[in-house]
């Protein structure tokens, strides 16, 4: 019997390094694990990174897979987490035709409901911005493709850890040496 899979996200704190992405990606290829996502950010400590990447798999491959970004020179610490430990975001920006903001007011409803602003509007097309968690940008997807989107993209996934994780403590003493 197999194990289940769930979705993890992974946190990677490291050194802002060359080639080191390659290395955690094949670590990944490796084991046939798809990277759903991957943002790459500044972290509270001043050259630290933190890359956050969403994978699809099992609880047994996950902590082979970080056990193994541990041990990668550059990287001062992973973790891994449920989407029940973390408070996590992504964003996205639609681009419509603006003929359709004005002649029906389906649309403006649309964007009231679902939170999502308007970014810009011009006499070619408008822009709209939401962020929320995956299903929510996915409603809202469903909704607006009815009236055509002239474009769509979509961030990674972000997030924090419900519980303390102490990592700025390591960061600081990283720093420090």
């Known amino acids: 019997m197999s194990e289940k899979k ?22 990944f290829q490796k084991r046939h694990i798809n990277i759903e996502s991957f943002n790459s950010s500044i972290t ?3 050259d630290v990174h933190r890359w956050t990447i969403l994978v699809h798999t099992s609880e047994t491959l996950i902590k082979k897979i970080v056990g193994q970004i541990n041990k990668q020179i550059e990287v001062i610490k992973s973790y891994y987490h449920t989407d ?46 939401k962020s929320g968690r995956t299903y ?15 474009q769509y993209v979509r961030s990674a ?16 003493k990283f720093k420090k040496k």
């Not at 929510?136 to 002239?150: A, F, H, R, T, V």
């Not at 850890?161 to 960061?171: E, G, H, M, Y």
């Open 6 to 27: 769930i979705k993890y996200t992974v946190s990677i704190y490291t050194e802002n390094s060359v080639g080191l992405l390659n290395r955690i990606s094949a670590i």
């Open 44 to 46: 509270e400590i001043e």
């Open 157 to 172: 996934r972000i997030a924090v850890t419900k519980a303390p994780l102490f990592i700025s403590d390591i960061l600081k």
């Open 84 to 129: 029940e430990e973390t408070i996590y975001q992504e964003s996205c920006l639609f681009k419509i035709k603006s003929s359709l903001l004005f002649d029906d007011r389906k649309i403006q409803n649309i964007i009231k409901e679902s939170n999502a602003i308007i970014v810009t509007v011009n006499p070619e097309f408008f822009v709209i911005e």
């Open 136 to 150: 929510e940008l996915d409603e809202l997807y469903e909704k607006l493709s009815k009236y055509g989107i002239l």
